[in-house]
Nanobody, 127 residues
């Protein structure tokens, strides 16, 4: 049974930091692209950051470049999202996503590119 379990969310003041973790298990076939999406109340889910299985390529939303860093620990099947200089507009439910396909510049931020989703972890940033 495929599972993506997120952790690390919470409440923080603007300018603070959080690190999200996504532990993956149960995949019968390898996943080649994993990352994070987020959804704020009343808004569509949007891509935040993804990383290829070999760690060679990452993509970030323009709104988080320079503040967020995605990384992975393949030995632990875990993907991380280090979030620094958080802003109130970063407040959202953050979801881990995994795809059997590769991460591509033209499609990494599309929900339909991903086969599996976690349940989400809430991030709240107060001003």
């Amino acid at each position: 049974q495929v599972q993506l379990v997120e952790s690390g969310g919470g409440s923080v003041q603007a300018g603070g930091s959080l690190r999200l973790s996504c532990a993956a298990s149960g995949f019968a076939y390898s996943t080649n692209c994993m990352g994070w999406f987020r959804q704020a109340p009343g808004k569509e889910r949007e891509g935040v950051a993804v990383i290829t299985a070999d760690g060679s390529t990452t993509y970030y939303a323009d709104s988080v470049k320079g503040r967020f860093t995605i990384s992975q620990d393949n030995a632990r099947n875990t993907v991380y999202l280090q979030m620094n200089s958080l802003k109130p507009e970063d407040t959202a439910m953050y979801y881990c996503a995994a795809a059997h396909g590769w991460c591509y510049s033209g499609s990494w931020s599309l929900q339909r590119s991903y086969n599996y989703w976690g349940q989400g972890t809430q991030v709240t940033v107060s001003s």
